[in-house]
């Protein structure tokens, strides 16, 4: 089977340390993970961080490259810091309520994900934070009101995706209004469905609506529409956003290592169940037992489970990865074999442009 083909595409990995695991490295080798989320305990230093990256792409088989994914949010959730920019919290640009200078801030994090050959940014954050008492979104979110997180939310998605950078809405159907971490717990929310095609939908629509590459699930129960299981394990959930907004594609789930569904759902119910409800990709972000388990059960999982799925994932990695892949091969070609080895602690970062407008937009009320 080509390593294009196999069902460990569909597994997104996280691993602890500053350098590739070799058990990691193997699997990838084998094209039997499609991608790995990065987080700040993978990164010190930019020399580190490069030599991390060459590694990840290279263990990557032939024609089949990896898809790296960060969170890079801004504000309290953005794994890349200093040197590189630290950017405000979206709630901030909500609040300013230009969305042209959040298309700046967002085209300037593009390109140092970019010339990191990181291919996906895990953002924006569409819930409307509706709920004070909310712990997990508050001001990660552009706002409190449907139309104000509409206009900032495609203005990253634009910006992020025009400079080769899959953008990802996140989490479907609305996290906005819930007073539990779903890290810690599992949230339930009882609003009916017109009050989510008011509030908490319009955000997707509107994601969808733009092209974004990619939406997360909520770990949270809408009880108007499944009272028995998340978002993430829900068909009906998942046929609001395939048929009724039309999302066509890439559909991860959020971290399946979060209590709001490992406490309640065994590693094969989770992954059962995940694929029955139409999700694409699942992440395990740090737990190598689970990992494995995860992706035992994904590839004993039936052919009509998984081939729609690997489509879109392989799809994505055509749009994203691919082309990075290959202007990589390209610089490296031309690259005269007498130059000395590139510098890993070269500039960029920091980027002193960015760090400007990222002062500017924190300093400005």
Same mark, same amino acid.
């Given at each position: 089977?080509?390593?294009?083909?196999?069902?460990?595409?569909?597994?997104?990995?996280?691993?602890?340390?500053?350098?590739?695991?070799?058990?990691?490295?193997?699997?990838?080798?084998?094209?039997?993970?499609?991608?790995?989320?990065?987080?700040?305990?993978?990164?010190?230093?930019?020399?580190?961080?490069?030599?991390?990256?060459?590694?990840?792409?290279?263990?990557?088989?032939?024609?089949?490259?990896?898809?790296?994914?960060?969170?890079?949010?801004?504000?309290?959730?953005?794994?890349?810091?200093?040197?590189?920019?630290?950017?405000?919290?979206?709630?901030?640009?909500?609040?300013?309520?230009?969305?042209?200078?959040?298309?700046?801030?967002?085209?300037?994090?593009?390109?140092?994900?970019?010339?990191?050959?990181?291919?996906?940014?895990?953002?924006?954050?569409?819930?409307?934070?509706?709920? &004070? +008492?909310?712990? !997990?979104? =508050?001001?990660?979110?552009? #706002?409190?009101?449907?139309?104000? /997180?509409? *206009?900032? @939310?495609?203005?990253?998605?634009?910006?992020?995706?025009?400079?080769?950078?899959?953008?990802?809405?996140?989490?479907?159907?609305?996290?906005?209004?819930?007073?539990?971490?779903?890290?810690?717990?599992?949230?339930?929310?009882?609003?009916?469905?017109?009050?989510?095609?008011?509030?908490?939908?319009?955000?997707?629509?509107?994601?969808?609506?733009?092209?974004?590459?990619?939406?997360?699930?909520?770990?949270?129960?809408?009880?108007?529409?499944?009272?028995?299981?998340?978002?993430?394990?829900?068909?009906?959930?998942?046929?609001?956003?395939?048929?009724?907004?039309?999302?066509?594609?890439?559909?991860?789930?959020?971290?399946?290592?979060?209590?709001?569904?490992?406490?309640?759902?065994? &590693? +094969?119910?989770? !992954?059962? =169940?995940?694929?029955?409800? #139409?999700?694409?990709?699942?992440? /395990?972000? *740090?737990? @190598?037992?689970?990992?494995?388990?995860?992706?035992?059960?994904?590839?004993?999982?039936?052919?009509?489970?998984?081939?729609?799925?690997?489509?879109?994932?392989?799809?994505?990695?055509?749009?994203?990865?691919?082309?990075?892949?290959?202007?990589?091969?390209?610089?490296?070609?031309?690259?005269?074999?007498?130059?000395?080895?590139?510098?890993?602690?070269?500039?960029?970062?920091?980027?002193?442009?960015?760090?400007?407008?990222?002062?500017?937009?924190?300093?400005?009320?």
């Amino acid at each position: 089977m080509s390593s294009w083909w196999q069902p460990g595409q569909l597994l997104f990995a996280g691993f602890e340390g500053t350098e590739l695991p070799p058990e990691l490295a193997a699997s990838i080798g084998q094209g039997r993970v499609g991608g790995v989320i990065l987080f700040s305990r993978n990164i010190e230093s930019v020399a580190q961080l490069r030599r991390l990256m060459g590694a990840l792409h290279h263990a990557a088989p032939p024609g089949a490259p990896l898809l790296v994914a960060i969170d890079q949010e801004g504000g309290r959730v953005q794994r890349l810091r200093d040197p590189w920019t630290e950017w405000p919290p979206m709630r901030r640009l909500g609040d300013r309520d230009e969305p042209e200078r959040t298309r700046a801030l967002a085209s300037a994090l593009a390109r140092e994900l970019a010339d990191l050959r990181i291919h996906l940014d895990l953002a924006p954050i569409v819930d409307v934070d509706t709920n &004070p +008492a909310n712990p !997990v979104i =508050g001001d990660r979110s552009f #706002g409190r009101e449907p139309a104000r /997180v509409i *206009r900032h @939310a495609v203005a990253v998605i634009e910006a992020l995706q025009e400079a080769g950078v899959a953008a990802c809405a996140k989490h479907f159907p609305g996290h906005g209004d819930t007073d539990l971490d779903s890290h810690l717990a599992l949230p339930r929310l009882a609003h009916d469905l017109d009050r989510l095609r008011e509030v908490e939908l319009p955000p997707f629509a509107a994601a969808a609506a733009a092209g974004v590459a990619s939406v997360m699930t909520a770990h949270v129960v809408f009880e108007a529409i499944d009272r028995k299981r998340p978002a993430t394990l829900s068909p009906e959930v998942m046929a609001l956003l395939r048929e009724e907004i039309g999302f066509g594609g890439v559909i991860f789930s959020d971290d399946l290592e979060m209590k709001a569904v490992a406490d309640h759902y065994s &590693p +094969a119910a989770l !992954v059962q =169940g995940a694929l029955e409800a #139409g999700v694409d990709a699942l992440l /395990v972000c *740090r737990d @190598a037992g689970l990992r494995e388990e995860v992706l035992a059960r994904l590839e004993r999982a039936p052919d009509g489970l998984v081939e729609r799925a690997i489509e879109r994932v392989v799809a994505l990695k055509q749009r994203y990865a691919v082309p990075s892949a290959e202007a990589a091969a390209r610089a490296e070609a031309e690259r005269d074999p007498k130059a000395p080895p590139a510098d890993l602690d070269a500039a960029p970062p920091p980027y002193e442009e960015h760090r400007e407008l990222a002062a500017a937009l924190a300093a400005e009320r």
